[in-house]
Structure formats: C-alpha cells, structure tokens
C-alpha cells in the first residue's frame, strides 16, 4: 500500500515532474506512433474531404480546387425518390434485424442454458459458424438455393407443393424475407453467445426458490431470466440503434446480386454510395448521400451512447 | 429429480437446437456436395442433396485449367492473411499498452483520438479519393492491405481494457524500478501476460483478412491478377449477374476464367474459398467465443 502511494505522488505537478515523465514515456509514445499514424491516414485525413459534397467533382482539379456548389448535390439527391427509399430501406432493415436477431438469439440461448448433456457445447459452435463465411460465399449459398433454373428451392421444393418457380433475383417483394433471414442466419450465433456469457453469469438462488415455489419455465423466464436479461437487451439495442443509419455493404449488393430489378427493396445508403462512385461515377450525389448518412450516424452513435452511459455507466462507449 | 416436465424440455430443446445447428450447416453442405456433382446433372436437377451423378470434373477443372489463376489468388489471400495480421498486431498492440499506462502524459487526449474514429467517418467517397490520388493504392497489393483492415479502433481499446485489467500496473512498475526500460517491459513482462488476448485479436484480423473482398472490389479495377480468392469469387458471381442482366461480355475478367463458368465449377471454388476457416474453426473455436463474450461486453 505504502509503495503504491509514494509511487503515485512520484511525478509531481512541478516542470521537472513533466519532463521527468516525457524522457521516461518517449519510447512508449514511438511505440505506438504507427498505431496513431494509421488512425490519421485512415480516418482523420479523409475528413475534410467530406466538403467533397458541396462540390461539383472533378478528378482532374482534386477535391479542394473543385468548384463549390453549396447544397445544390444535396437538393439534387432529395428531390430524386432515391433519397427516401434507401433511407427507408436502410432503416427498416435495421429495426427488423434488431427484433428478429434480438428475439431469436435470446430463445436460443435461453435453451442452451437450460439443455444437460455433452452436445450443448457443439450446438454452440455449430450455429456460430455463418459468422465465419465471407459475404461473397454466403451469395453463393444463396444463389444455390435460389437460382431461377436449378436453385434448390425452384427445382426441388416448390415442385413438391405443385407451385410453378419463382423469378426470385427479378421479383423484388421477396427480397426482406430472404435478406433478413440470411442476416438472421449469419448473426444470431453470434448474439446468441453474448446473450448466453450473460445468462451464466445470474445467481441461481432466484431459480432455485421460484423452483420450490412451483414456478413454471415459463414462469421462470419471464419473471426471473427476460427481468435479469432486461440491461444486456436495451444496451444491445440502443448500440444497435446508433448503427440504424448504415448497413452492411455485402449483404445489399453481393446477396441479391446487384440486380436492377430488386433495387426497390435491396438499395441501401451504402449500396447507393458505392454505385454512384464507382459504376455511374455520380460522385456529387454519392458524396451527399456518404455524407448525409456519417453526419445522422455520427448524431445517432453519440445520442444512443448518452443513453446508454446514463442506464449503464461501464457499458459505454464513452 | 426429473420431472416429466424437465423431460419434455429436454427433448424438445435437443430437438430444436438440432434443427438449427443443420439449417446453419445445411448451405455450406449442399454448397460442397454441388461441387462434387456432374454439370450436366446439376443443370437438369438443380443444386441437390442427392445428386444423381457425382463427379471431381470442377477440382479438376480448376486445378488442371486454371490451376495457376486460382494458386495464386489462394497464394495471395494467404499472404495478405499473415503480412495484414502481423502488421496489424505491431501496430494494435504497443498502442493498446501505451494507452493503457496510467501516467502516460496525454493519456487521456489519445484515448478519444482513437476512440472518436468509431465514432465518426469521412465515408467511402472522400475514403477513396484520399486514398487513390494522395496514396495511389489503386491496382497495387497496398490496396488489398491497408483500407481500414490494418487497424481498429474497436480492437485497440479491447486489447487496452485487458491490458488495465489483466496486467497489473504494480508488476509493471517493479519491472520500471528493477531498471527495465519502458520498451523491455513491454516486450518481456506486459506481452506475455497478454496473450490470450492477443492471440483473440490475430485471429478476428486473421478472419477479417480472408473473408475480405472489399478492398479489392474498390481498390483492384485493372489489376485482376493480384486478386484474392475472395474477389476472384466475387468476379465470378458478376459475371452470373451479367448473364442475368443479358449484358455484353464482361471487361477485363481474370484470365482464364473471361468465359461463363460452370455451375459446379464455382461451388468448387467457394468450397476452397471456405476450406481454411472450415479447417482451423475447430481449433480456435473456444477462443473465439471468448473473445465474442469479451468485445459484447464492451460494444
């Protein structure tokens, strides 16, 4: 006890103290200047950039000597009804993961938690394992099951049923089914294990007298485990609630293939952005779009970080 | 005590986590055993369980072929696998200790600089005009190495919070006071306490690197022979979306591979995109989801 106080008053408020303290950290502040150079390249140096949308492009004379245009990139991109559908789409795709995955992996870990035997571990590494496929292989194992002339479901369970095949990559009302079950398919593993780490962690005192008392599983779960569960379920949430205005770039272009006529229902923000960079080279329109979307991200992070900080201080981002 | 209760909860829980475990293995089956099926068989019945003829005509099309384009995509996913994961681990690691010093100078200051990045950012586009005019890594290696997979924010302040809590400052600073330089340490005291951690956030870069085809769908336009085997699968799925969209031939596709490919050619190439992970999954597994249980904690 004593060292540790003499050691903490060591480096004292005086000049000397501070330089004292720089000729003994500056190995450690080279150490990490790689680490801190990397996050400027990255991420800080594109920044400015971002004035990218109050431009009108142009590649030849750079971003900076580029002719400013005021808003006129943003009321063009508002006026379009692209703005409102990737918006929409961006968002309510998000809400519907949240409540799927959310309820899913809760009744997946409820049930692993509760199930005795050797196999429990497995079933856990098992259903873990879509988190670990690349977006691009998951396309494939869709479009194994979905391709128009021989996808498994065309070929051999429609069939079944006496129902003709589907045009499935040109009819785009299908799309949120089949999107939001492989993103169910890919995540819930892996909420499932935060969940689960969280449920082992509950005192068994509450189960043991609702037990004697007669209390049902049911019972059990919804007065003891869904009340206990309650700070993981809103903290989960509210992080995912910061996220609701980005969306994961592969799962909108690589599963549905890019397909012109499934856009109404798979064009988010990201897939907008990049298309209009890189295939239409729209970079006015794509830049306010990038920017429209970190600018509500970045209001969204901080506001569900507030909340998050005042339900749960250690939970915080911040 | 078992109650009948208990019994039924039991069987039918086995039951359903059975149900769920086949549907998250029933793709990558039907993906692999579509590989291993005659083309011919495959166009009449479609993607099937039970093919009505088997055949090794994909590997050996892809190996005898196009042996070399798919070699070296696969030689360069492996590469960009170990250079991305150990640089990343050089650059992770000293600054999660550092930061994790409570009287280094600035501490603070730092923290929210690398913090602020998970916070906030630019977007693709000024992303990508940074990187392509200022660094120019359009159609090089670079390109494939350094957008946002070299480092992150998230895994720096996972590594940070376990340094904090899994190495005690008191045996640092014995370490200081037995004339230990800061680098020493680091290197010999601090490191190896942290491995576990360490060896949790090789293997999310080590994943991340793999799986990616990001990079090289933005970055790589002409340069298709520095292709990781990710963008190479991706390139075959365009050229199915071209099919689909009844468009002109597709420019600039690697080599060989510029023809429609084959249906059973492609799953065979994705089984091979997937057979690493398939590999090594077994053996980090536990680690993996510990980490899981660590980053959910926080964030």
Not at chain 1, 193 to 211: K, N, P, V
Not at chain 1, 270 to 291: C, E, F, H, N
Not at chain 2, 141 to 157: C, D, E, K, Q, T
């Amino acid at each position: 006890m004593n060292i540790k106080e003499s050691n903490t008053r060591l480096p004292t408020a005086s000049i000397g103290g501070k330089a004292r303290q720089y000729r003994r950290f500056w190995p450690v502040y080279l150490m990490m200047l790689p680490g801190l150079i990397y996050l400027f390249i990255n991420n800080y140096m594109p920044l400015p950039g971002a004035i990218v949308a109050f431009k009108q492009y142009n590649a030849r004379l750079g971003i900076y000597s580029s002719k400013w245009v005021g808003f006129k990139n943003f009321e063009y991109l508002f006026r379009t009804s692209d703005a409102w559908v990737i918006t929409r789409n961006t968002i309510l795709y998000n809400v519907a993961f949240i409540i799927v995955n959310t309820i899913l992996a809760i009744l997946v870990a409820v049930v692993l938690s509760e199930l005795t035997g050797k196999r429990k571990k497995a079933y856990q590494s098992v259903i873990l394992l879509p988190n670990l496929i690349s977006t691009v292989i998951i396309s494939y194992l869709v479009f194994a099951f979905f391709s128009v002339g021989s996808g498994f479901i065309n070929k051999s369970i429609l069939p079944l049923f006496g129902v003709a095949p589907v045009s499935w990559y040109s009819e785009a009302k299908h799309w949120p089914y089949i999107i939001i079950f492989v993103n169910a398919w890919r995540s819930v593993g892996y909420l499932c294990i935060i969940y689960l780490a969280t449920l082992m962690g509950f005192d068994r005192a509450y189960y043991e007298s609702a037990l004697i008392d007669g209390a049902s599983r049911l019972k059990q779960f919804w007065y003891i485990t869904l009340p206990l569960l309650k700070p993981t379920i809103v903290m989960l949430t509210l992080m995912a609630i910061g996220r609701i205005f980005y969306s994961d770039f592969g799962l909108f272009y690589q599963v549905p293939m890019n397909q012109g006529a499934l856009y109404a229902t798979t064009n988010t923000i990201d897939t907008y952005v990049y298309r209009g960079l890189l295939q239409l080279g729209d970079i006015s329109m794509s830049s306010a779009a990038g920017l429209y979307q970190s600018a509500i991200g970045f209001v969204l992070v901080l506001g569900a970080n507030m909340l998050v900080r005042v339900i749960d201080r250690d939970s915080a981002l911040i | 005590m078992k109650t009948r209760e208990d019994k039924v909860f039991q069987a039918l829980g086995h039951t359903l986590m059975t149900v769920l475990s086949l549907s998250a293995v029933i793709p990558v089956i039907l993906m692999i055993i579509s590989s291993l099926t005659d083309n011919e068989a495959l166009l009449q019945n479609g993607y099937s369980f039970f093919p009505s003829q088997w055949s090794l005509y994909a590997y050996q099309w892809v190996f005898d072929s196009n042996g070399t384009v798919v070699m070296r995509a696969y030689g360069i996913s492996v590469l960009l696998t170990a250079v991305g994961t150990a640089l990343s681990l050089l650059m992770t690691t000293p600054l999660a200790y550092g930061l994790s010093k409570p009287k280094l100078p600035w501490r603070g200051a730092l923290t929210f600089y690398v913090f602020f990045t998970m916070l906030f950012n630019g977007g693709l586009v000024p992303t990508y005009i940074n990187y392509t005019s200022v660094f120019g890594v359009k159609d090089t290696f670079y390109g494939l190495l350094v957008p946002s997979l070299l480092m992150n924010a998230f895994n720096v302040l996972l590594m940070k919070s376990y340094f904090v809590a899994g190495v005690p400052n008191e045996i640092l600073e014995a370490a200081n006071i037995d004339g230990a330089s800061e680098m020493r340490t680091m290197v010999s005291v601090a490191i190896p306490m942290a491995k576990p951690m360490i060896a949790t956030i090789a293997m999310f870069v080590g994943i991340a690197y793999w799986n990616d085809w990001n990079n090289g769908f933005i970055y790589l336009l002409k340069r298709t022979d520095l292709f990781s085997i990710q963008n190479l699968l991706n390139r075959l799925m365009q050229n199915i979306q071209m099919l689909a969209t009844n468009s002109q031939q597709v420019s600039n596709a690697g080599e060989g591979l510029a023809k429609i490919p084959q249906a059973t050619v492609r799953m065979a190439m994705a089984t091979l995109g997937i057979l690493p992970i398939m590999v090594v999954y077994p053996m980090i597994q536990k680690n993996f989801v510990k980490g899981i249980t660590l980053g959910g904690v926080k964030g």
